[in-house]
T-cell receptor, first 112, second 113 residues
Framework: QQQVKQSPQSLIVQKGGISIINCAYENTAFDYFPWYQQFPGKGPALLIAIRPDVSEKKEGRFTISFNKSAKQFSLHIMDSQPGDSATYFCAASIDGFQKLVFGTGTRLLVSP | NAGVTQTPKFQVLKTGQSMTLQCAQDMNHNSMYWYRQDPGMGLRLIYYSASEGTTDKGEVPNGYNVSRLNKREFSLRLESAAPSQTSVYFC????????????FGPGTRLTVL
């Protein structure tokens, strides 16, 4: 099963709040989980990525939490800012496998 | 260093017309991809090319053809456009695929009337 399920579809957070986006997968062979960020009118760009040998990865205000047993991973944006308003995609891949499998995306709006 | 470039940025076609979307990368990447993005559907892979001279179908290849012209260029052709192909099309490249970062172009917004 190649699917990656992402929720919620859209999210509104007040400035300074925490944004949380969740993803779930079925294929236990996945071993690479990136998040891509897309601003309106632009192509997606890699934001942060994690491998399943760690449970958490933090880069600035962005944190990926990974739960291998539950086959879930999530993106947390601390102290959310209006400039974080974008669409976020989770994805999964397998080392040596050419393709990324993307979730359906979450449109985040951070209100001032 | 331009990264991934796509032409055109916008296009309007009538049903049945054909067109080719062009993509080029200057990062010496081996792998290139074509995606379409539709509301609520995320990014769906149309075709990809793991290396020069090879192409493979992705999730939604019907109605499209591709050509990996050389290492830099990967084109997507619509032979007979249909309204269902109205979408935003993204080209991407990565060094090898798998865990390598995919770099996306700015997209082509295509409308088929």
């Amino acid at each position: 099963q190649q699917q990656v399920k992402q929720s919620p579809q859209s999210l509104i957070v007040q400035k300074g709040g925490i944004s949380i986006i969740n993803c779930a997968y079925e294929n236990t062979a996945f071993d690479y989980f990136p998040w891509y960020q897309q601003f309106p009118g632009k192509g997606p760009a890699l934001l942060i990525a994690i491998r399943p040998d760690v449970s958490e990865k933090k880069e600035g205000r962005f944190t990926i939490s990974f739960n291998k047993s539950a086959k879930q991973f999530s993106l947390h944006i601390m102290d959310s800012q209006p400039g974080d308003s974008a669409t976020y995609f989770c994805a999964a891949s397998i080392d040596g496998f050419q393709k990324l499998v993307f979730g359906t995306g979450t449109r985040l709006l951070v209100s001032p | 260093n331009a990264g991934v470039t796509q032409t055109p940025k916008f296009q309007v076609l009538k049903t049945g017309q054909s067109m080719t979307l062009q993509c080029a990368q200057d990062m010496n990447h081996n792998s290139m991809y074509w995606y379409r993005q539709d509301p609520g559907m995320g990014l769906r892979l149309i075709y990809y090319s793991a290396s020069e001279g090879t192409t493979d179908k992705g999730e939604v290849p019907n109605g499209y053809n591709v050509s990996r012209l050389n290492k830099r260029e990967f084109s997507l052709r619509l032979e007979s456009a249909a309204p269902s192909q109205t979408s935003v099309y993204f080209c991407a490249s990565s060094e090898r695929g798998g865990r390598d970062t995919q770099y996306f172009g700015p997209g082509t917004r295509l409308t088929v009337l």
